[in-house]
């Protein structure tokens, strides 16, 4: 079946028809590394990591770009408030995203380029525009003229006659039009810079995209890839400066995830509700991040909230918790993957993802799985429900479905211990000591005193801690879901 994305250039759902069947190059924007990633980063750049474990899982051969932008105004300030240098910052921030992303269970893309590492092509770009007529020098900086480019606000829906000055740009007297863009920027004392036509200065946010892209997917591509709030005028200004610039269309689908709000506001700095990934997951066991964000379509909007949070822990531990019931019955865990036809969930999995990457609707269908497997395996024992052709194709579309999403990444001794000692270290409670109150638990529901064993059991839940009676005896798990 073909897949459909929704083309944000078209604003409509559209067939994914690549340049070259059975390739495909992708360019997403990645973060500006002056501090944290935030659970805004995170929302875009899982988003588009299942839309690449999903292409290739589809037989395609991709190539995926991701930048970094390393020279800017936020990393230089930042910088001086630290008495560093912004490559030194740049740096850190760099390092510290990678670490996020390796506690996330990202696949890295295939190149992480830097926009510093790319003066010369920056500077290429701005000179043929130049040439063109499509951009202009002024004391050192040079701007792009929007309104030379008749087809500009084609991705945003935005018309300059129907924008006021001042509105989203700074209104500089120097600018043929209030909405020009600057390409390059002149350099003050002190900041970063590098020689140039027009002299020492360092490229403005936008061109440094186009550079890289061009550079590594070619002048056109098949899909440009970042946040909605993007839009306008980051991915706007790229198309303006790289369509002038090569005389050919840029990218051929645009895609945009959703916002994240937080307690339902938008977050924001002055509201000191930023979320960095960091915290996150040191407060909840990462794939419970992963599943909170691909619970959802990755265009809408989502609101985090603790209770969203304890929700989303609460059925990553039915997932766990049917995998612990079915490894027993296999030598190695996790087994080998097949990623042949597979059963009907499969089917039906690839059918959500095909239509626009619609991870909530596969996320439903693992769930309706779980639930049905479990059910079986209260019936009929769990080897005669998941040894059988259909039962173990099940599995094996659970394990390669959590191979797309980024779950499942764990063996269910690994998930279920790690989360035992998180409740241990943030309850402060000694694990014999738990033991000692489920033995004593045992020993009244033997002598059928249900009252002390009741009472056992709720006094271990006011300490996060829920007990499983098991025909081979009580177990505990954590109880919210916090790491």
Not at 47 to 73: E, H, M, P, Q, S
Not at 337 to 354: H, I, K, N, P, Y
Request: glycine share 8%.
């Amino acid at each position: 079946m073909t897949i459909k994305v929704y083309n944000t250039l078209g604003r409509c759902k559209q067939p994914l028809d690549p340049m070259t069947p059975g390739k495909i190059r992708m360019y997403v924007c990645g973060p500006t590394v002056y501090d944290s990633c935030h659970i805004g980063h995170a929302r875009s750049i899982v988003v588009f990591d299942v839309i690449y474990r999903y292409l290739k899982a589809r037989g395609y051969d991709v190539y995926y770009v991701r930048n970094f932008t390393d020279v800017d105004d936020k990393i230089i300030q930042r910088a001086n408030d630290l008495g560093i240098s912004s490559m030194e910052l740049a740096g850190r921030c760099i390092d510290e995203f990678h670490a996020d992303m390796e506690s996330l269970n990202m696949q890295p893309p295939d190149l992480e380029p830097l926009a510093t590492e790319h003066i010369s092509q920056i500077i290429t770009i701005v000179r043929l525009l130049i040439e063109k007529g499509y951009a202009y020098p002024v004391d050192g900086d040079v701007y792009f003229a929007v309104q030379k480019w008749p087809e500009y606000g084609k991705l945003s829906g935005r018309k300059l006659e129907d924008m006021e000055a001042g509105a989203r740009v700074d209104v500089d007297p120097r600018k043929q039009s209030p909405f020009d863009f600057v390409l390059w920027k002149s350099s003050k004392p002190g900041e970063p810079a590098w020689d140039s036509p027009w002299g020492k200065g360092r490229p403005g946010w936008h061109i440094e995209c186009s550079a890289m892209s061009a550079e590594y997917l070619g002048e056109t591509f098949d899909i440009h890839g970042g946040g909605k709030d993007l839009i306008f005028p980051h991915h706007e200004n790229e198309i303006a400066q790289s369509e002038a610039a090569f005389d050919k269309p840029f990218a051929r689908y645009w895609i945009h995830n959703g916002f994240i709000n937080i307690n339902q506001e938008k977050m924001s700095k002055s509201l000191g509700n930023f979320l960095m990934i960091k915290d996150i997951v040191k407060a909840w066991h990462p794939e419970v991040l992963r599943l909170f964000l691909v619970s959802s379509h990755y265009r809408s909007p989502i609101d985090y909230t603790e209770q969203a949070m304890a929700e989303a822990a609460a059925s990553l531990d039915k997932i766990y918790g049917l995998l612990e019931r079915v490894a027993p019955l296999f030598d190695t865990w996790p087994p080998q993957v097949s990623w042949d036809s597979g059963t009907e969930l499969w089917q039906r999995f690839c059918d959500a993802m095909d239509d626009d990457f619609n991870t909530a609707r596969g996320m439903g269908l693992l769930f309706e799985t779980v639930r049905e497997l479990n059910r079986q395996i209260d019936e009929k024992g769990a080897a005669q429900a998941c040894q059988s052709p259909e039962g173990l194709g099940r599995i094996n579309d659970m394990l390669r479905i959590g191979q797309i999403l980024g779950l499942m990444a764990e063996t269910p001794q690994q998930y279920f211990q790690q989360r035992k000692n998180a409740v241990l270290k943030d309850q402060q409670i000694d694990a014999q000591w738990i033991e000692d109150q489920i033995r004593q638990r045992t020993q009244a529901r033997k002598a059928k005193d249900f009252a002390l064993a009741d009472r056992i059991r709720d006094d271990l839940k006011a300490c996060n801690i829920i007990l499983e009676d098991r025909p081979d005896g009580t177990i505990w798990k954590h109880g919210d879901g916090k790491a």
